[in-house]
């Protein structure tokens, strides 16, 4: 999957858990993305099996979406806390360079930072 992708599917995957229903002007209004962008991306998804769209529009992950969402959510996290566990640097910052990380990172080094944030976080 592309970047952008995992950007929506998280993206759609952390509204839920906060607003409880997605819809694609919420997607929009978080990525700060035009509404016929996340329009194509939302075809994407949904072609791709991650997704379905609901007849009032509710955005809603499939199984194969949750289990890819939680996965970039979960390098996300972890990168975000590995960042200011050993750079120093503040939440924002490191929550920026995860997210550019997460997307290129090789599973043998997340699991390495992984495993060194589980045994340093306070």
Do not use: Q
């Amino acid at each position: 999957m592309h970047e952008s992708g995992e950007d929506y599917i998280e993206t759609i995957y952390l509204l839920k858990k906060k607003k409880g229903m997605v819809r694609s002007i919420d997607v929009a209004n978080e990525l700060g993305f035009s509404r016929p962008s996340v329009s194509r991306a939302v075809g994407i998804l949904k072609d791709n099996g991650l997704i379905v769209v609901e007849n009032d529009g509710e955005l809603v992950l499939t199984e194969e979406g949750l289990k890819t969402a939680k996965k970039v959510y979960e390098k996300h996290t972890n990168l975000t806390k590995f960042l200011m566990l050993t750079a120093g640097v503040n939440e924002e910052i490191a929550e920026n360079d995860a997210c550019r990380i997460e997307h290129i990172i090789s599973p043998e080094t997340f699991k390495g930072i992984k495993k060194f944030v589980k045994e340093n976080a306070k």
